[in-house]
Structures are given as structure tokens and as C-alpha cells.
């Protein structure tokens, strides 16, 4: 096998997901920064957009083939390193919450915060920062609403999303309390959310991906 390719960008959220996901599986890895804001976005240009039609980050390279949306090179990451630590429970309905509460963020929190829709509101309807920071606010709120009362309420939390260790929902929740905190959001007002963020920051994997720990951080 070949050295993995990672092409993103540093304070992507799902990027984000596929540093931790790298990291905690001890896995190397070559990083190549795509800049989504200058120049209108270095992933709308025609050497990334043949690796990637959707103009979107992460792609992770390996031998010529290319992956592309995060939840599915993560998921490849489990099953082609299954040696590694694991990032899904062994039990099937323990494994089902976990993808359920990634998918919670995945699906239903990030794609309303993505560049994209931040660019079309302001270049398409004209929002000021304060409208664009309301909506920001107003949708990532009501996602963190519901994780919150799931992590809250649910048996299988622990010091992680699922129990004492991290998992695939820890990889997706903690890019996500990052995002939330730059968009205005205080995450005291959902306590689980924020331990569970502050526990996975203490291990190494994760510092190791953090955003301001990246090459191209601040660029």
C-alpha cells in the first residue's frame, strides 16, 4: 500500500474529522492544503476539481484512487486498518447509535454552516455578517439542542459519546464544537457536549489534528 494523500484545508469541520481519524489510528500521511477562500476558492481550480467534481474537501489519495466525503473515507479507514484502535463499538446496536449521533452532526448540523451556503447568502442575498452569524447560530444551535439531550439522557455516555472511548461520533462532534465556538456559540450552555469536546482534546491524536496545529493554520 502506498502513502495516503490528504488534500484539505484547516478549519474545514470535515477535514478535520479525517486528521483525527488519521491520527488515532497512528496512520502517515502526506497533507496538501486547498485554500477555500483565496483566489474564490483554490478547490474550484481544474487540477483539484479533477480529483474532486464536487469542489469539496477532504480527498484522501491512495494509489491513484481517490475518496471523497468524510463519513466514507472514515468508514474506509475502520475497515482497512481494523488492527488500529477502533472508532466503532464492537456490538451492532452500540455501533448504530454511534454512526446515529455522527450522523446527527454530519448530516444535519455542517452542511448549513459549509463555505458554500455561507458564500451563497452573502453574494446571492446580500446578508451582512450580523444576518449571516444569526443564521449560523440559529441552525447549529438547534443541532447541538438535540445532541445535547442524546448525549444527556442516553446510558451509553460516558467520558466520550460512547463510553470511556472515542469514537467515530467524537471524531465528528469535536470539528463541530470548534466550528460552533467560531461562529459565536457558547458552549456552556451544553455541558456534555463541552466535556466531551474538552476530554477528546486532552489525547494527543487529537491535539495532533487540531486546526491551529496544521501547516497551512491561519493562511
Not at 471524531?171 to 456552556?188: E, K, N, T, W
Amino acid at each position: 500500500m502506498g502513502r495516503l494523500r490528504l488534500y484539505g484545508y484547516w478549519r474545514s469541520s470535515a477535514s478535520y474529522r479525517v486528521r483525527i481519524a488519521l491520527a488515532v489510528k497512528g496512520l502517515d500521511y502526506e497533507y496538501v492544503p486547498v485554500h477555500l477562500v483565496r483566489d474564490g476558492g483554490e478547490q474550484f481550480g481544474a487540477a483539484y476539481t479533477r480529483l474532486n467534481p464536487q469542489s469539496r474537501v477532504p480527498a484522501l489519495e491512495l494509489d491513484g484512487v481517490v475518496l471523497t466525503q468524510s463519513m466514507a473515507i472514515l468508514e474506509w479507514l475502520e475497515e482497512a486498518f481494523p488492527g488500529a484502535p477502533p472508532l466503532l463499538p464492537a456490538e451492532p446496536l452500540a455501533r448504530a447509535r454511534v454512526r446515529s449521533l455522527a450522523q446527527l452532526v454530519v448530516a444535519d448540523i455542517q452542511p448549513l454552516q459549509n463555505t458554500a451556503v455561507i458564500r451563497y447568502l452573502r453574494e446571492r442575498h446580500g446578508w451582512a455578517e450580523p444576518e449571516v452569524g444569526s443564521w449560523m447560530q440559529e441552525w447549529i444551535g438547534r443541532g447541538l439542542r438535540a445532541l445535547e439531550q442524546r448525549l444527556a439522557g442516553e446510558p451509553r455516555t460516558g467520558r466520550f459519546c460512547d463510553g470511556d472511548t472515542p469514537t467515530l461520533a467524537d471524531v465528528c462532534l469535536v470539528p463541530q464544537a470548534y466550528a460552533s465556538r467560531r461562529f459565536g456559540i457558547d458552549l456552556a450552555a451544553f455541558p456534555r457536549i463541552a466535556a466531551i469536546d474538552a476530554a477528546c482534546r486532552e489525547l494527543e491524536p487529537f491535539r495532533r489534528a487540531a486546526p491551529e496545529q496544521q501547516p497551512d493554520a491561519g493562511a
